[in-house]
């Protein structure tokens, strides 16, 4: 077998900074092993992330243990989180494996933003690409879906989606890489181990290059991907305030265009998977239904009926009240980044942002949604009124409220990002140290494709 290290494109330029993902796994480790070793040719700084999902107990404990023993032996910087994957899943109404997958894309995004990442390197083999590929044409995949995992994105790469599971057993028994076998690979209730456990090799008694056969199938499904993509017209979309509009143009276009939108149109709400050909057709239809109807959709996510075309929202009602302890630090909610400064003076005030007196604000002040019961007492005003009456004020749509993000003590309303801020907390002459909070939409990007 050829030596897996000298015949794969690590695609890593002097000085970047590298995250792999490390679960223990023979191919995490692996992978781990392979850029230690390219560390120093290629002048890179590497940094290793284990994710203990918190669902086998002492188990994964034993795991995230060899992660760090294995990476420090290495002299790699290892940087573990702790995540409640059930508690996290039944909560939002997930499967496990969805849950623990958004979890732990979630901390490379933090990671990413925390340590100026540049890329994020995952160790998908040849076997998983397989599964993959099986797994999206069985849920009724359009040819994007039979693509499979790509090796290389904007981010994220996967250097060994063209190597073989037995190619990279034989690499770590060389190089004596420990590892550990999940046990839950054997619970064939998750649909991937189904595919790889029962399907697969049933596939392979006739079909012995299957997996072969369907990485050639995927990379021919994604020429196909590319060239059609690159006739979309995606200027009939329209992001703004955590909606995503799609034009009225897109519904006389063919079937094979206008789906492409609409898939567009939901990634740019964070959702890249279980979004599937049902869905897709359902929100088609919508286009022939008269103004003000809509479709609820997975994840959250609804859809409404315009006089000018498709807008979709995500429902932050089914969020459960979405919120944070607010710091003086940015952090992130929902689809917003939020950004917080400390000034002594401001010149002017600029158009989205919010500005607070820092001594007129109370200890137990959280950034979070609106809640049925807030009050605001705006700027100028004598009194409290109810939020929702400003809103109403305003004009802002009830659908869109939800996705509004204030900043609260208890019921009271101090700020509403994007828009205003409190009587309470305004800043004033003698103000000595000015809070300003501002936010921008972003999408999170958790995808395996």
Same mark, same amino acid.
């Not at 063919?254 to 964070?270: F, Q």
């Not at 137990?364 to 609106?370: D, E, I, Q, S």
């Not at 205003?420 to 305004?426: A, C, I, N, P, R």
């Given at each position: ?36 070793? +390219? ?5 890179? !700084? ?19 243990? =060899? ?6 032996? @290495?002299?790699? $910087? ?19 494996? #969805?849950?623990?997958?958004? =979890?732990?894309? #979630? ?14 390197? %995952? ?28 090796e290389e994105g904007e981010f994220v790469c996967r250097p060994l989606l063209g190597v073989s599971r037995e190619?990279? @057993?034989?690499?770590? $028994? ?41 990485? /050639? ?8 991907? #590319?060239?059609?993509? /690159? ?18 143009? +897109? ?5 094979? =265009? ?13 959702? *890249? ?7 897709? !057709?359902?929100?088609?239809? %919508? *286009? ?12 959250? %996510? ?25 710091? =003086? ?11 917080? #400064?400390i000034k002594n003076s401001v010149d002017h005030f600029e158009k989205g942002k919010v500005y607070l007196d $820092? ?55 101090? +700020? ?28 999170g990007d958790y995808s395996l494709t």
């Amino acid at each position: 077998m050829y030596n897996i290290a000298m015949n794969i494109n690590l695609r890593i330029k002097k000085g970047e900074n590298i995250l792999v993902g490390v679960s223990g796994g023979a191919d995490s480790m692996c992978l781990l092993h392979i850029l230690t070793q +390219a560390k120093e040719k290629l002048k890179f !700084n590497l940094f290793v992330c284990h994710v203990n999902h918190s669902i086998r107990g002492e188990e994964a404990d034993r795991d995230q243990k =060899l992660v760090e023993d294995f990476a420090k032996s @290495l002299g790699a $910087k290892c940087i573990t989180e702790k995540v409640d994957a059930i508690g996290f899943s039944k909560k939002r109404g997930l499967t496990l494996e #969805e849950g623990a997958r958004i =979890l732990r894309y #979630e901390v490379f995004d933090k990671l990413r933003r925390e340590y100026a990442i540049d890329k994020l390197y %995952l160790a998908h083999n040849k076997g998983d690409q397989a599964e993959t590929v099986l797994m999206h044409i069985a849920r009724g995949s359009s040819i994007a879906g039979a693509s499979g995992m790509k090796e290389e994105g904007e981010f994220v790469c996967r250097p060994l989606l063209g190597v073989s599971r037995e190619e990279i @057993l034989s690499y770590n $028994k060389k190089n004596n890489v420990p590892y550990i076998i999940d046990s839950t690979n054997l619970d064939n209730s998750y649909s991937r181990n189904f595919i790889r456990n029962e399907v697969l090799p049933l596939l392979k008694v006739h079909y012995p290059n299957i997996e072969d056969s369907l990485s /050639k199938f995927a990379k021919l499904c994604a020429q196909d991907e #590319e060239f059609i993509s /690159k006739n979309v017209n995606f200027g009939l979309i329209f992001a703004k305030n955590n909606e995503v509009k799609v034009l009225e143009a +897109a519904k006389f276009l063919h079937p094979s =265009l206008a789906s492409r939108l609409i898939k567009e149109a939901v990634k740019k709400l964070g959702v *890249f998977a279980d979004f599937n050909g049902v869905h897709i !057709n359902s929100v088609m239809e %919508l *286009f022939f239904s008269p103004s003000g109807c809509k479709l609820d959709l997975p994840w959250g %996510l609804v859809c409404h009926r315009d006089y000018d075309g498709l807008t979709f929202v995500r429902n932050f009602e089914r969020q459960e009240g979405a919120s944070v302890k607010f710091a =003086l630090k940015s952090v992130r909610l929902l689809n917003w980044e939020v950004d917080v #400064e400390i000034k002594n003076s401001v010149d002017h005030f600029e158009k989205g942002k919010v500005y607070l007196d $820092k001594s007129k604000l109370p200890e137990n002040v959280l950034l979070r949604t609106y809640r049925s019961g807030d009050k605001f007492k705006k700027l100028g005003a004598s009194g409290s009124k109810k939020l929702c009456d400003y809103f109403t004020d305003k004009k802002i749509e009830k659908r869109k409220r939800n996705s509004i993000l204030v900043l609260a003590s208890g019921s009271e309303v101090l +700020a509403v990002l994007g828009y205003d801020v409190s009587e309470l907390v305004k800043v004033e002459k003698t103000t000595k140290e000015i809070v300003v909070v501002s936010q921008k939409e972003v999408s999170g990007d958790y995808s395996l494709t």
